[in-house]
């Protein structure tokens, strides 16, 4: 059973850093690419982070880049987020979710992907003083 687990949620200041992370079992992650989404109350789930299934590339939101970085360790499970310098406005319920694509695949127009392997449960992250 392919399942993820996001982790590493929770409320920071405005300017702060987080690292959110997302543990893969029952399945081999470098066999797929993984997302990172959000969710804010009464918006839409956007797309914030995309990385191949080597880790070689990676994509982002024009409203993360420069302060989200994504990366993957396959021997551990595990993909990574770290966020830094946070923004009242990133303040939303983070998931990621796992796509079978080739492994050459550069993570290109990640936003528009659907039918997903596999979705954790969401991690909540608070920006706020």
């Known amino acids: 059973q392919l399942q993820l687990v996001e982790s590493g949620g929770g409320l920071v200041q405005p300017g702060g850093s987080l690292r959110l992370s997302c543990a893969a079992s029952?399945?081999?992650?470098?066999?797929?690419?993984i997302v990172w989404f959000r969710q804010a109350p009464g918006k839409e789930r956007e797309g914030v982070s995309c990385?191949?299934?080597?880790?070689?590339?990676?994509n982002y939101a024009d409203s993360v880049k420069g302060r989200f970085t994504i990366s993957r360790d396959n021997a551990n499970h595990t993909v990574y987020l770290q966020m830094n310098s946070l923004k009242p406005e990133d303040t939303a319920v983070y998931y990621c979710a796992a796509k079978r694509r080739s492994l050459l695949w550069p993570c290109s127009d990640y936003s528009l992907l659907s039918s997903f392997a596999s979705w954790g449960q969401g991690t909540q992250v608070t920006v706020s003083s």
């Open positions: 990385v191949s299934r080597s880790g070689d590339s990676t």
């Open positions: 029952g399945f081999t992650l470098d066999a797929y690419a």
